[in-house]
């Protein structure tokens, strides 16, 4: 892949790799060389640098002296302290959304669940794209633009830990969770889709925190 048009090169950079990132294609712990991305990139090394610069200002990255870049790892203690405050977002999201979502925002969600249910069982990428669809579409429906904002900063923190949850958004205790979020929405029942959201998400955490454990990630 060859990044085009100079003046944009910078931002490109940061773009593509903050979305390898994002995607998981680049793991939690997995070094990166600048000599190496601005191959794979196509660009030199400087606009590579600055966007591992920016990076790590944004906790994705980590940068030891003598020891270059990395992405970053979250701790478990980190890991449970997004998911506490993404349940919080996702909660009162839900609650808003169940008083004032119309019909059209609840035939979205839906669509992003039948998409996520119909999707191949081995395309992991696929799933989580879906997911993420419905979790953004439900922050959306609550109307306030301070929980979206909020809620897609703490996404990108969430995806050093997707290599932990990606098979879970097809299962049946997930399936039945987004479901119970879509129909109290849909009943226009605020605490029954608050309580929803945030079981769901904490369902999520704990999962997630049980694995990296297992896996002694650190």
């Not at 030891?64 to 405050?85: I, Q």
């Not at 191949?120 to 879906?130: H, K, M, N, T």
Request: charged residues 30%; contains cysteine; hydrophobic residues 45%.
């Amino acid at each position: 892949m060859q990044l085009q048009r100079p003046n944009l090169v910078r931002e490109a950079a940061y773009d593509e790799l903050k979305k390898l990132i994002v995607s998981g294609r680049l793991q939690p712990g997995q070094r990166l060389s600048e000599p190496a991305l601005a191959g794979a990139l196509g660009v030199s090394r400087t606009p590579v640098r600055e966007a591992l610069q920016r990076l790590a200002q944004e906790g994705l990255v980590e940068m030891k002296p003598g020891k270059g870049a990395r992405v970053r790892v979250l701790s478990p203690h980190e890991v449970a302290e997004v998911y506490e405050v993404r349940a919080l977002i996702e909660g009162e999201a839900a609650r808003r959304a169940a008083e004032r979502c119309g019909e059209e925002g609840v035939a979205h969600l839906e669509e992003a669940l039948a998409e996520l249910e119909s999707a191949d069982p081995a395309d992991y990428a696929a799933q989580i794209a879906a997911d993420a669809r419905f979790h953004s579409l439900l922050v959306a429906a609550s109307q306030n633009g301070v929980l979206e904002r909020v809620f897609h900063d703490l996404d990108a923190a969430l995806a050093l830990t997707r290599q932990f949850s990606r098979d879970l958004n097809q299962t049946p205790e997930t399936r039945q969770q987004h479901h119970a979020i879509t129909d109290a929405i849909r009943r226009r029942d605020p605490e029954a889709a608050r309580a929803a959201a945030v079981l769901h998400v904490l369902a999520f955490k704990d999962t997630v925190l049980r694995r990296i454990k297992e896996a002694k990630w650190s």
